[in-house]
């Protein structure tokens, strides 16, 4: 039997017409608008509301063009916005370059947009970076025939606590209003009245409630929407800027870090397509002062007769190393989440070579024994472009959400399926205890459930990818059901940490089980290649403690000194394990930015920089590197880990032989990924459920922690702290307007939202509430936890 090879598929080339923009012929793809075509040949038309990410409007009619011929001999007798007008094949477009008709309307709407805005430009936030005044200047009149009375507003408007609008100021562009309705799908500000009176609205009792809001000020073309943050802070003229990737979360989002006199002064989205696009968080934008507080640490410190003391370097150096001296190999190393890619490999190369263990582990969070075996497995030494991306989020036939709600936990994620949800019509599955706002907004089926067994229930296929969070590790045997749905099916499968250096901290070996590049600690050959590229004898061969294991083995005696490096206990399963294993180890080292419950307990405590400070890589969820820039340079700023590690291995006698970020990176690079086998996903029983109610949580991207303090306009913008419960369990347990939850170790009061979406026997909780987290309650969601109404205890004497 013969078979017919198929011909060679070609893919076919979009259509295209060819259209002559001020004499210059240019083909273009069917449906290409004026604009675009006019930018592809370097010719910029004046425009307000236009914006490539947004749906045209011809709303501001700045961009006028003259256009003589439609393709078909015959012309449009006036002016038409080239922001709106698509080209076609044989059009001929005039621009104010060559046409005195086009340069006249633009000059006539600039003229018109002046009659009411206000020449305030010295003290505009915009003033120096605006398109109104540049465009004012280029092609507006030297001097103005209105000689009314400008329309005036009381300002500023607080449409949230974070954005003030200046009504006066505004051009009603609606790139404002279009942005959030298109792009994070929160249109809580609009146009409102008509004619001369139009102008932007707000709901009277609802803030502008959105978690991408500083994105309105940074794409308003004038002055009318600033930021709390920034307002009157500094001349755009004056600011140093540097670009940089953001720090608090694993998207990898491009920012653009602007300073003045040794001191950031805001933050904007920077522009990377393939990325952030030219979008960012509100997290991203403005929680950037966290460590401006009084609790900075800016020199080292020392126990003596119990006491922290200031010390000296050297004698700080003395100290640690004389502790790290006397616990030998019995010491463990959790570094948590905030770690460049290369501070991360400076401790997983300290810990092997320096302290001989391989007790060191980056997640300072929840999570269960299969982890480290899925992260190996298939995570762990991927390169970017041999997983998913987030081009292939849009391309997608099905996009399943586990574990994993993306509005919080990677907002940029978040609204790339938004978009291919609203412009492709992407089919996206959430799996989650209740549909959320995020979820709606990405016009996704909900699908409600809490445990691993849910994941048996999902369909998929070769065209289907499933995005698994690490809140997945909280339950056990769900990371297992998650990768035999992938091998089952065909899907691809892609693991998105909630934090930035996590990505980082995996490929660097920052884990008991692996080693740089994915090499497996039980795999001879790997441990091998490692100790020769380190030029050391041997590297130590049994998998170590993870974190919760060396905090109780510390509090056991089996575990005599543990380093730490940015760890909150409070993001712990058990916050009070943690404490009791820092109290009860004989010699604990942290290396931190600020003064914590871990530095009060640490017998030497060594200050180092902040990122803005120095330079470094994070690794976003594609694998896909970000450059970390310094910033600001200061001879005051303190050492980074890096140089704090070198420097202890130098007085141990035992040099790191890295020092800098680019020997960091050139080991890195040198050591590459593992090329050997990889360790199989182990498939473990579902943990099972019991109890009055389960537990369920996420932890919200404007929350308790201390990344997001110092900016008291950011937090107001935060979510309310609510209990959401289905109608029948408030019904079967009586609940009113707030209940009490209890676990073994603490119990907290919440009001109560009743959700019809949520399931039922279950109650959802943030994971960090301001005044406490899952780690204070001792409590991880899947376990049980008692849940009785406020009103019962009040009634039985109480103190609800």
């Known amino acids: 039997m013969s078979v017919q090879a198929k011909p060679t598929e070609v893919a076919e080339r979009p259509p295209s017409v060819t259209v002559t923009i001020d004499g210059i012929a240019v083909e273009v793809p069917k449906g290409t608008l004026v604009i675009r075509a006019a930018e592809m040949i370097g010719i910029a038309i004046p425009r307000f509301c236009d914006h490539p990410l947004l749906d045209p409007v011809g709303a501001c009619r700045q961009c006028m063009v003259e256009v003589p011929d439609m393709g078909n001999g015959r012309g449009m007798p006036k002016p038409q916005a080239s922001c ?165 979360c694993a998207s990898g989002c491009q920012l653009r870090t602007d300073h003045r006199h040794f001191q950031v002064k805001r933050r904007l989205a920077g522009d990377l397509p393939e990325v952030n696009e030219e979008w960012n968080c509100d997290r991203g934008r403005f929680a950037f002062v966290s460590g401006r507080g009084s609790d900075r640490l800016t020199y080292p410190l020392i126990r003596e007769n119990g006491e922290l003391r200031p010390a000296s370097w050297p004698e700080a150096i003395d100290a640690a190393v004389a502790g790290l001296r006397r616990i030998g190999t019995s010491a463990g190393v959790v570094t948590g989440g905030r770690l460049t890619l290369e501070a991360a490999y400076a401790y997983s190369k300290f810990a092997r070579t320096v302290l001989g263990t391989n007790n060191v582990d980056f997640r300072a969070r929840p999570h269960t024994s299969e982890e480290a075996e899925f992260l190996a497995a298939l995570v762990a030494g991927r390169r970017l472009g041999e997983g998913v991306t987030y081009a292939d989020l849009e391309t997608a036939a099905k996009v399943i959400c586990v574990a994993f709600e993306p509005e919080d936990e990677s907002p940029i994620v978040f609204l790339r399926l938004r978009k291919a949800a609203r412009k492709k019509k992407l089919a996206i599955q959430v799996v989650s205890p209740y549909r959320s706002r995020g979820t709606e907004k990405m016009l996704a089926e909900h699908v409600p459930a809490i445990g691993a067994e849910a994941i048996s229930g999902l369909t998929a296929d070769a065209g289907t990818i499933i995005l698994v969070g690490e809140r997945a590790a909280q339950t056990q045997g769900m990371l297992s059901a998650v990768a035999e749905l992938a091998a089952r099916t065909g899907a691809r499968l892609a693991w998105v940490p909630r934090r930035a250096g996590d990505r980082g901290a995996i490929e660097a070996g920052c884990l008991p089980n692996l080693l740089p590049g994915g090499r497996p600690v039980a795999d001879n050959a790997a441990r091998v290649d490692v100790a020769a590229s380190w030029g050391v004898d041997r590297l130590p061969a049994g998998e170590g403690l993870d974190a919760d294991s060396q905090f109780a083995a510390a509090s056991d005696g089996q575990l005599k000194g543990l380093i730490v490096a940015g760890v909150e206990p409070a993001d712990f399963a058990s916050r009070d394990a943690v404490l009791a294993g820092l109290e009860a180890a004989e010699f604990v080292l942290s290396l931190e930015t600020r003064a914590s419950e871990v530095t009060e307990r640490a017998d030497v405590v060594l200050p180092v920089a902040l990122l803005e400070t120095h330079a470094g890589t994070f690794l976003n969820w ?130 109560v939202v009743t959700d019809p979406s949520m399931v039922d026997d279950a109650v959802w909780i943030p994971g960090n509430f301001f005044d406490g987290s899952l780690g204070t309650l001792g409590v991880v969601p899947g376990e049980a936890v008692t849940v009785v109404p406020a009103s019962e205890l009040v009634s039985a004497g109480g103190n609800a």
């Not at 820039?629 to 590690?645: C, G, N, Q, W, Y």
């Not at 050997?676 to 919200?700: H, I, K």
Request: glycine fraction near 8%; charge should be negative; aromatic fraction near 4%.
């Open 84 to 248: 709106t007008l698509e080209c076609a094949d044989g059009m001929k477009v005039a621009t104010q370059r060559t046409s005195e008709k086009a340069e006249k309307a633009q000059r006539g709407m600039i003229e018109l947009l002046l009659v009411n805005h206000p020449l305030d430009c010295p003290i505009c936030d915009k003033g120096g970076e605006c398109p109104l005044q540049n465009q004012a200047m280029s092609t507006g009149n030297g001097e103005s025939r209105f000689d009314g009375l400008k329309r005036t507003y009381p300002k500023p408007v607080n449409v949230s606590a974070q954005i003030l609008l200046d009504r006066e100021r505004c051009v009603l562009c609606a790139r404002c209003t279009r942005f959030s309705e298109q792009i994070s799908g929160d249109p809580f500000i609009a146009l409102v009245e008509r004619g001369a009176l139009q102008q932007i609205g707000r709901y009277e009792t609802e803030p502008y409630d959105s978690y991408f809001s500083g994105n309105v000020v940074q794409i308003c073309p004038v002055g009318a929407l600033t930021s709390a943050a920034y307002r009157f802070q500094s001349r755009p003229f004056d600011l140093v800027s540097t670009p940089v990737t953001c720090e608090h």
């Open 622 to 751: 594609e694998h896909r590197p970000g450059p970390v820039e310094a910033v600001v340079k200061s001879r005051h700023t303190p050492m980074t880990d890096l140089r704090i590690l070198a420097a202890l291995a130098d007085a141990v006698g035992t040099p790191l032989g890295i020092r800098t970020v680019a020997s960091a990176q050139a080991e890195i690079a040198e050591l590459g990924v593992w090329e050997g086998p990889r360790p199989a996903t182990p498939v473990l029983p579902t943990a099972p459920r019991g109890g009055e109610v389960t537990l369920t949580s996420w932890r919200q991207l404007i929350d308790g922690s201390r990344a997001n303090d110092g900016e008291p306009a950011l937090l107001e913008t935060a979510r309310p702290v609510v209990a959401r419960v289905s109608p029948a369990t408030a019904e079967r347990l009586g609940l009113g307007a707030e209940l009490r939850l209890s676990s073994a170790t603490g119990s907290h009061d919440f009001a």
